[in-house]
Nanobody, 117 residues
Framework: QVQLVESGGGLVQPGGSLRLSCVAS????????MGWYRQPPGKQRELVAR???????NYADSVKGRFTISADNAKNTVYLQMNSLKPEDTAVYYC???????????WGQGTQVTVSS
């Protein structure tokens, strides 16, 4: 019903920056939240950042002060600006969108972020 396409991942050196984008399409209505999650190798998927319809945001403690989530409602797009990247930020990053009627929401296919020297 909702399709999500992430982009912007890649290889970056420690201290570098990347901006991830997620474009939503399909049956888009009554969006409650859009967020970014990540799954490091061998680990569980975890919340990175989330933005709700009213503009409120929350972040994982590990990224607070370094990452910024934003949304362009006209483009049905959510962004994740990642600065001061660390090797422990290496993961597959996934976009998630929840509508008012959703519980789990919808997931994209993910984009790989690798932070390495």
């Amino acid at each position: 019903q909702v399709q999500l396409v992430e982009s912007g991942g890649g290889l970056v050196q420690p201290g570098g920056s990347l901006r991830l984008s997620c474009v939503a399409s399909g049956s888009i209505f009554a969006i409650y939240s859009m967020g970014w999650y990540r799954q490091p190798p061998g680990k569980q998927r975890e919340l990175v950042a989330r933005i709700v319809s009213g503009g409120r945001t929350n972040y994982a403690d590990s990224v607070k002060g370094r990452f910024t989530i934003s949304a362009d409602n006209a483009k049905n797009t959510v962004y994740l600006q990642m600065n001061s990247l660390k090797p422990e930020d290496t993961a597959v990053y996934y976009c998630n969108v929840k509508r008012i009627t959703d519980t789990t929401g919808f997931w994209g296919q993910g984009t790989q972020v690798t932070v390495s020297s």
